[in-house]
């Protein structure tokens, strides 16, 4: 029987612990080291898979071949630069990095040193959106909405880039379009940090896509709706509940829950797989210097309209 794939866990916050309990529950994997500055909520996040606590990334590239990054963003950038220069395979949080230069920066060094690097753009493993990308082909429009209530998390950076960009990816993983213009708001309006943010994009193929987001919200909510020249598609990624419309004249719905496992799972699936040969990495650092630039775009697209 083959040894188990050692994993570290860079940053042992919300989201590093859930992914430390996710990577232990599948097989073929052995998680072997949580890693955060504070080394008590290492060892408390440690203890549950049991593995080392560190406080350092020092000690990781002896112990593991491979890591998740679920540091802060603002620090994505040094702490992915020290574990790829040491050989180590990365599944990076999003986004890649806080600006485009620093997220090329991370997909070359990648590149250089022999490295698999995956961005954690999640949203592009939730069965509701991989149902609402089947059923719609040619998509005309796109509307995003995402609402997240005040919790303190990501506020390292803007709401551009801590909860718009999950929906700048797939709009782009919907059209594969480049984009033509962009035009966005945001509030409070630059130099402050924006916590309510709206876009609109035209791309090249003519595809309009709008985005709003906010993390002052009262309740969550994530919805897509896309409209093609045969169908309307609308996708709960809260609920899983997908809604297709073909053709207003006869009013054919179908509406059910997409089905699949939860998308943390098979995010994290994918990246054992790709780091085993039994598939490709699923969203690259190319996608996520993509989404970054975008992010970017966006941005200073909203402090131009002040």
Do not use: Y
């Not at 050692?6 to 890693?35: D, E, Q, Y």
């Not at 600006?99 to 250089?112: K, P």
């Not at 709960?236 to 943390?264: H, K, N, S, W, Y």
Request: proline fraction near 6%.
């Amino acid at each position: 029987m083959a040894s188990p794939l050692s994993m570290g866990i860079v940053g042992a916050g919300a989201m590093g612990a859930k992914h430390a309990r996710t990577l232990a529950s599948l097989p073929g994997v052995r998680v072997a080291r949580i890693i955060d500055r504070d080394i008590e909520r290492a060892r408390a996040v440690a203890a549950e898979v049991q593995a080392q606590a560190s406080a350092t990334c020092r000690d990781l590239p002896g112990t593991a071949s491979a890591a998740v990054v679920a540091v802060p963003a603002s620090e994505h950038h040094a702490v992915a630069c020290e574990l790829l220069r040491a050989g180590v395979h990365l599944l990076v949080e999003k986004p890649l990095a806080a600006d485009a230069a620093q997220a090329e920066e991370l997909r070359s060094l990648a590149h250089h040193h022999g490295c698999l690097l995956q961005v954690g753009h999640i949203e592009r493993f939730n069965p509701a959106f991989h149902a609402l990308h089947k059923a719609i082909v040619g998509p005309r429009f796109l509307r995003f909405e995402r609402r997240s209530p005040f919790t303190g998390r990501g506020t390292d950076v803007d709401v551009f880039c801590d909860l718009m960009i999950h929906d700048l990816d797939l709009a782009l993983a919907l059209t594969g379009a480049p984009v033509r213009s962009v035009e966005a708001r945001a509030w409070p309006p630059p130099p402050e940090l924006a916590h309510v943010g709206w876009a609109r994009l035209v791309f090249e193929d003519g595809v309009a896509a709008e985005f709003f987001a906010t993390r002052l919200a009262a309740a969550p909510a994530r919805t897509i709706q896309v409209i093609s020249d045969g169908a309307l598609g609308e996708a709960d990624l809260l609920t899983r509940a997908v809604r297709i419309l073909r053709g207003p004249a006869d009013g054919q719905v179908a509406f059910r829950a997409a089905e699949g496992e939860d998308a943390l799972r098979s995010q994290d699936r994918a990246f054992l797989d790709a780091l085993t040969g039994r598939g490709p990495v699923p969203v690259d650092g190319e996608a996520g210097v993509r989404a970054v630039r975008l992010t970017e775009r966006v941005r200073s697209a909203a402090g131009g309209s002040r």
